[in-house]
């Protein structure tokens, strides 16, 4: 079975600067999505940004990229610039393309905090 | 905003009562999963529907059960509630593409199990 490890229970960030959140994931499968989602005090699940396992190129959303390490099994993301409304959890996904259904498989959280 | 939405926002119940949470999909997806987030935790995958036939089951017991309607909204219920049952139930809707669907989630409803 699949394992996503968010070793950082929470980070501070002061506004317009960087932070980087780490996910680490276990699995014995070659191809497989990655996300990351953002879940405001609203409590609503949004969809960050998403990596293909089979790309190597990092994806990009705005502000938002990901340094992924697939041999390391490495899935961090970089906000830049941030922003107060970026204040939220975050937590990394991790899907298998190869097994039937697309369930989730969730990291325990990591809590951002921005400071003004 | 997804296009996902949950019924109720909120719910108390007490042990051993019965309870039923509502999903209605976005507009154009099939398929319907049901997560469970205990407070401070992630998502745990509950089940998924699609074109109302369960399509994969994670590690809850029977008395969680679902079921998708024709038009792809969905339901969730709980049997027999138990405290530990207290948590926010969240559903996200999906439309296959190959491989490429991503879930778009619901604002979830609150359940408190008293």
């Known amino acids: ?24 994931y276990d699995t014995s499968e070659s191809d497989y999505y990655l ?21 190597q190129q990092n994806a990009t959303e705005n502000r938002f990229s990901v340094n992924f390490q697939k041999a390391a099994k490495s899935f961090s993301l970089k906000i830049s610039d941030s922003q107060l409304g ?4 975050y937590f990394c996904a991790y899907r298998s393309r190869e097994a039937a259904g697309n369930k989730l498989t969730f990291g325990g959280g990591t809590r951002v905090l921005v400071k003004p | 905003e997804t296009g996902v939405t949950q019924s109720p926002t909120h719910l108390i119940k007490t042990r051993g009562q ?16 049901w997560y469970q987030q205990a407070l401070g935790q992630g998502p745990q995958f509950i089940f998924q529907y699609y074109r109302e036939e369960e399509n994969g089951r994670g590690n809850f017991p029977p008395r969680f059960s679902g079921l998708q309607f024709p038009n792809y909204s969905s339901e969730l219920n709980v049997n027999a509630l138990e405290l530990d049952d207290s948590a926010l139930y969240l559903c996200a809707s999906s439309r296959p593409q190959g491989g490429a669907d991503t879930q778009y989630f619901g604002p979830g409803t609150r359940l408190t199990v008293l």
């Open chain 1, 1 to 24: 079975a699949q394992t996503v490890t968010q070793s950082q229970p929470e980070m501070s960030v002061q506004e317009a600067e960087t932070v980087t959140l780490s996910c680490t």
């Open chain 1, 35 to 55: 996300f990351w989602y953002k879940q405001p005090p609203s409590r609503q699940m949004i969809l960050v940004i998403r990596q293909e396992a089979y790309k």
């Open chain 1, 86 to 89: 970026d204040a939220a959890m």
């Open chain 2, 18 to 33: 019965q309870v039923t949470l509502r999903c209605s999909s976005q507009s154009g997806h099939n398929t319907v999963s």
